[in-house]
């Protein structure tokens, strides 16, 4: 008797391939068992429970695909399945490979392929292709000895991990053709290279398998299949020397009853209220996903985002709209159908902007828009943007956009606003004066006051970011038009730093008595004081809302 796979072994060091485990486990002088799986989350169910080893049936995995177990599936179609199984899971997977899916040939793609992907061994049957589960019918026609022994030979010779393991499943029994000719069929293709052989049977008790094990005389282990004869006890395989049980579809079978039982409930009560008790919850589902670990992944690799922040000033009314204001400050007008704060907020939102301030003033009660945060301006006719800012002093602070209420721009404004590098950055408009016109002719009571800006490097239509950085030199309605180098949008940014003296630059400024200026001004004064404040320069593609006219430029902005 050949006992040599039987020795004793040492601990399973984990520098074992998968398929290195599959093969101690055939040949630890234990009695080992793999469980079946179908999929990926039936594997790794298999894995979570303890088991060391999983048995990728092909009765399942056809059945799980919602095809007959007769190689309807094809075999890179099961190739698939097995791939992810593999990636979900750390312990071996033994596949049924059926008959091999064809000759020799395909048998030694299928072995390549196979070791490729992570799979630990294969077992294929000595039928023919397209092979009939062992429990359909009788008599089923078995291959010719030798020409499946080629397969097997062929099988090793293309396995590219050298412990995968190809285990011989002898269908002797199954086709009726006696112990003799299963001994002689193991003996042949123990020979051939099998590194075991999968005796079956489809006896309701364990006889023709003990009548193998006592004849035979242990050159390669035993595997089994209980199916048919579960009433067996397990000591009875462990004492007959056997290597490895497979308790080969039952986590199929009790998917299908747990399944049908749920599904004809929800039916039956038209409500799930019966059913979730009794199921598993959906976060346990995300548990078995691993979304820790997706967690600590993101952690470890997504850049570290500051949460993002803006404040929105829009406390003034907005006299020069006339009517349209009567009720409600310039910032809830409705353009095309919502009203012009919710636009300017959802583009907000779209950059990533989720905490979002509203400085109110006038109408305060009409703004009460979803997902805004709000402050109030109590003295917004005695003060301006400063005092404004002033109030949402708080919510100036880590990486915050500061805009006006009452424009309208194009998404990649912001982009360019969170591209640009600097401490305090400000859009600049450098084609200023294609804005000019449409304004003329205000009538008297309304001045349009634009806030221009000057920069160190004047604006030029094919100006590239990475030429140069470009800083404010100065911001304000009264510059010289040849000092002009284009219009502040209405929106800047800030970074930690850039809060922290924006912070202090309100202080400064209420403490003088400053709280009717405009942002231009502080940020002038920040420039005099020797703070650089970075331009991001941009063509058009913004408006404000200061009169009616602006309006009707607003519903073909949209
Ligand atoms: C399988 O699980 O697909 C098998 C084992 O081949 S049996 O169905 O018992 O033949
Ligand atoms: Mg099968």
């Not at 998968?18 to 469980?35: Q, V, Y």
């Not at 915050?400 to 640009?420: M, N, P, Q, S």
Request: aromatic residues 6%; charged residues 25%.
């Amino acid at each position: 008797m050949i006992t040599s796979h039987r020795e004793p072994l040492s601990p399973q060091p984990e520098s074992l391939t998968k398929a290195g485990k599959l093969r101690r486990m055939l040949t630890s002088p234990e009695l080992e068992f793999i469980m079946e799986a179908h999929n990926g989350l039936s594997a790794k169910i298999v894995e979570e429970a303890g088991f060391k080893g999983i048995w990728a049936s092909g009765l399942s995995m056809s059945a799980a695909l919602g095809v007959r177990d007769n190689n309807e599936a094809s075999w890179t179609q099961v190739l698939e399945v097995l791939e992810f199984m593999a990636d979900a899971t750390t312990i071996p997977i033994l596949v049924d490979g059926d008959t091999g899916w064809g000759n020799f040939n395909n048998m030694r793609r299928a072995v390549a392929k196979f070791c490729q992907r992570g799979i630990a061994g294969i077992c294929i049957e000595d039928k023919l292709f397209p092979k009939t589960n062992s429990f359909i019918g009788e008599g089923q026609p078995l291959a010719d000895k030798d020409e499946f022994a080629g397969k097997i030979k062929a099988g090793k010779d293309s396995q590219t991990d050298p412990d995968f393991c190809i285990v011989a499943r002898l269908e002797a029994f199954i086709a009726g053709r006696g112990l003799n000719e299963a001994l002689d069929r193991a003996h042949a293709y123990a020979e051939a290279g099998a590194d075991a052989v999968l005796c079956h049977s489809k006896l309701a008790t364990a006889d023709e398998i003990m009548a193998f094990m006592r004849q035979w005389d242990n050159r390669v282990p035993v595997v089994i299949v209980p199916t048919k004869y579960y009433a067996t006890p397990t000591d009875e395989f462990r004492r007959a020397g056997i290597s490895l049980a497979i308790w080969a579809n039952h986590n199929l079978r009790a998917a299908i009853t747990a399944m049908r039982e749920t599904t004809a409930r929800i039916l039956r009560e038209e409500s799930l209220a019966g059913v979730e008790p009794n199921i598993t919850t959906v976060s346990e589902i995300f548990e078995i996903q691993g979304n820790d670990e997706l967690k600590r992944a993101e952690a470890r690799y997504l850049p570290k985002t500051e949460a993002r922040r803006a404040v929105v000033l829009a406390a003034s009314r907005g006299k020069a709209l006339g009517a349209l204001t009567a009720d409600r400050p310039k910032c809830m007008i409705d353009v095309r159908g919502r009203p012009l704060l919710a636009r300017l907020t959802d583009t907000l939102k779209q950059s990533g902007i989720r905490d979002i301030t509203v400085v109110r003033g006038y109408a305060r009660h009409m703004i009460n828009l979803p997902g805004i945060q709000t402050v109030d301006n109590d003295f917004y006719d005695k003060t301006g943007e400063v005092g404004s800012l002033a109030c949402a002093r708080d919510a100036v602070q880590g990486d915050c956009v500061i805009a006006y209420g009452d424009i309208l721009f194009r998404h990649h404004l912001l982009d360019k606003l969170f591209e640009t590098p600097g401490d305090i950055i400000v859009v600049v408009d450098g084609q200023w004066r294609a804005r000019g016109d449409e304004h003329q002719g205000d009538d008297a009571e309304t001045v349009w006051v634009r806030d221009f800006a000057e920069c160190s490097i004047p604006f030029a239509a094919d100006f590239m970011d990475e030429d140069a950085p470009v800083t404010l030199t100065r911001m304000g309605p009264d510059l010289a038009e040849a000092a002009i180098s284009g219009e502040w949008v209405g929106l800047a940014r800030v970074t930690e730093k850039g809060a922290e003296l924006v912070r202090g630059e309100i202080d400064a400024m209420l403490a003088e008595g400053l709280s009717k200026s405009g942002l231009p001004e502080l940020f002038s004064r920040l420039v005099a004081k020797g703070h650089a404040i970075s331009v991001a320069y941009v063509a058009g593609q913004w408006m404000d809302i200061d009169q009616a006219a602006d309006l009707n430029q607003a519903k073909l902005f949209l």
